[in-house]
């Protein structure tokens, strides 16, 4: 096993934008090795799919929060007329340090919108292709 530095965090974290424990978590699955940690994030960005919702303003902090809840989220982006207003990367281990205080900001940026996208980034085993710009649900939602 190669050594793990903060150089080769630090080269995971530029190459793919992941949290510092992320690159580390990665680079140990892959014996210190940067190229097959790169390799081995690629792979599962491949099988990542990304989700867009557009709410009311007022109705973003319970969407976000119930995203959370769901799991399978890496990262949430809220966006107005195009531009990203936040973005919340969502790790296990971080929900309460870096999530929290993201979501009371949040509520604040928000409130002076009337509408915003929720964009979410999942992995996991669902299919992405059963998600179309077709397909919606009841409550005027979008699924991209």
Request: hydrophobic share 40%; glycine share 6%.
């Amino acid at each position: 096993m190669e050594e793990i530095t903060l150089e080769k965090i630090d080269i995971i974290r530029e190459r793919i934008g992941v949290s510092y424990k992320e690159a580390k978590d990665i680079l140990e699955r892959n014996r210190g090795n940067v190229i097959e940690a790169l390799v081995d994030a690629e792979n599962k960005k491949q099988s990542s799919w990304t989700e867009e919702f557009s709410v009311r303003s007022n109705e973003v902090m319970d969407k976000v929060k119930e995203l959370i809840h769901e799991g399978n989220v890496n990262r949430i982006r809220i966006k107005s007329d195009g531009r990203t207003l936040v973005e919340i990367p969502v790790a296990i281990g971080a929900i309460g340090a870096v999530v929290l205080p993201q979501l009371a900001a949040l509520g604040v940026l928000v409130a002076v919108f009337k509408r915003c996208t929720i964009e979410v980034i999942r992995t996991g085993e669902e299919d992405p292709e059963e998600f179309t710009p077709e397909k919606k649900d009841s409550d005027d939602t979008t699924i991209l």
